[in-house]
T-cell receptor
Framework: SQELEQSPQSLIVQEGKNLTINCTSS?????LYWYKQKYGEGLIFLMM?????EEKSHEKITAKLDEKKQQSSLHITASQPSHAGIYLC????????????FGGGTRLMVKP | DGGITQSPKYLFRKEGQNVTLSCEQN?????MYWYRQDPGQGLRLIYY???????QKGDIAEGYSVSREKKESFPLTVTSAQKNPTAFYLC?????????????FGSGTRLTVV
């Protein structure tokens, strides 16, 4: 199965600072998803990228997929305490089952 | 509103007991999935089902069983054979059309062995 590596594993930033989370695959990504999770809760869908070079933004969060479709980054501008949580990248298997495989997650804390 | 309902939110199991986690969706989604999440880790696939009366093992199926008798329901049984069941369990669903890629997740069940 496809493996996804996320970095960093954890991140503490001061409110107002920018930050970037990376997600790397050894294989071409068919569909790359970014989710946010509050502790003990379900996953909140952020964005999905499919095309090489694609970039999407929602409020202060921007996600990019590189041209080779093997690496994605999630960038948060002017972080706020509400951005705190676990960020997970996931990729679709692309076959009939279309299972999602996830990276290990990045735990983000934003200090007021 | 359509969505996925997981119950209970918290579940405690004694050693040697089987327990069943409920997952119900009213989204008319064809495919359903069960994931396990351990502290500080990502999600790992336990079982998935693409249609009624059919399901496939995921990466960590040992010690778990599922059924898919109805489109709306995909219960997960954690058996006594699962040696380390304490974890957070998430259910997800997806419409069957491969060209439409969108997953919906439930709010999870936290299982603790006591």
């Amino acid at each position: 199965s496809q493996e996804l590596e996320q970095s960093p594993q954890s991140l503490i930033v001061q409110e107002g600072k920018n930050l970037t989370i990376n997600c790397t695959s050894s294989k071409t990504l068919y569909g790359l998803y970014w989710y946010k999770q509050k502790y003990g809760e379900g996953l909140i869908f952020l964005m999905m990228l499919q095309k090489g070079g694609e970039e999407k933004s929602h409020e202060k969060i921007t996600a990019k997929l590189d041209e080779k479709k093997q690496q994605s980054s999630l960038h948060i501008t002017a972080s706020q305490p509400s951005h705190a949580g676990i960020y997970l990248c996931g990729c679709s298997s692309g076959d009939a089952g279309n299972m999602l495989t996830f990276g290990g997650g990045t735990r983000l804390m934003v200090k007021p | 509103d359509g969505g996925i309902t997981q119950s209970p939110k918290y579940l405690f199991r004694k050693e040697g007991q089987n327990v069943t986690l409920s997952c119900e969706q009213n989204l008319n989604h064809d495919a359903m999935y069960w994931y396990r999440q351990d502290p500080g880790q990502g999600l790992r696939l336990i079982y998935y089902s693409q249609i009624v009366n059919d399901f496939q093992k995921g990466d960590i199926a040992e010690g778990y069983s599922v059924s898919r008798e109805k489109k709306e329901s995909f219960p997960l049984t954690v058996t006594s054979a699962q040696k380390n069941p304490t974890a957070f369990y998430l259910c997800a669903s997806r419409i069957g059309d491969r060209t439409i890629i969108g997953y919906t997740f439930g709010s999870g069940t936290r299982l603790t062995v006591v």
